[in-house]
């Protein structure tokens, strides 16, 4: 936490429940939506859980990463651009 803003982390952690989206309207996405998660992230298995409620939904998996080295490795942007050329070229 040293050098970090702690109110302002803690303003973003108590923001977190009005982000909530209901399954309801997440089922009703048609939007193609690509998760990508590390094998040992802390929320592998909620992205797991939208495989059955996102119709258009890919998940792909960071091999030996964790939540913090999904986001910071360059596999992220490889797998991210990847996504966006194969929904640009349908």
């Not at 803690?10 to 429940?17: G, N």
């Not at 495989?51 to 939540?67: L, P, R």
Request: no cysteine; glycine share 6%; hydrophobic share 40%.
């Amino acid at each position: 936490m040293r050098g970090k803003d702690a109110l302002a982390l803690a303003a973003v952690a108590d923001s977190f429940e009005r982000l909530e989206v209901s399954d309801a309207s997440l089922e009703h996405n048609l939007v193609p939506t690509l998760v990508i998660v590390g094998e040992h992230d802390p929320e592998r298995p909620t992205a797991e859980q939208w495989k059955g409620v996102f119709q258009n939904m890919k998940m792909t998996v960071i091999e030996d990463a964790d939540h913090g080295q999904t986001i910071r490795g360059e596999q992220f942007v490889e797998f991210a651009v990847q996504f966006i050329d194969e929904i640009s070229s349908d």
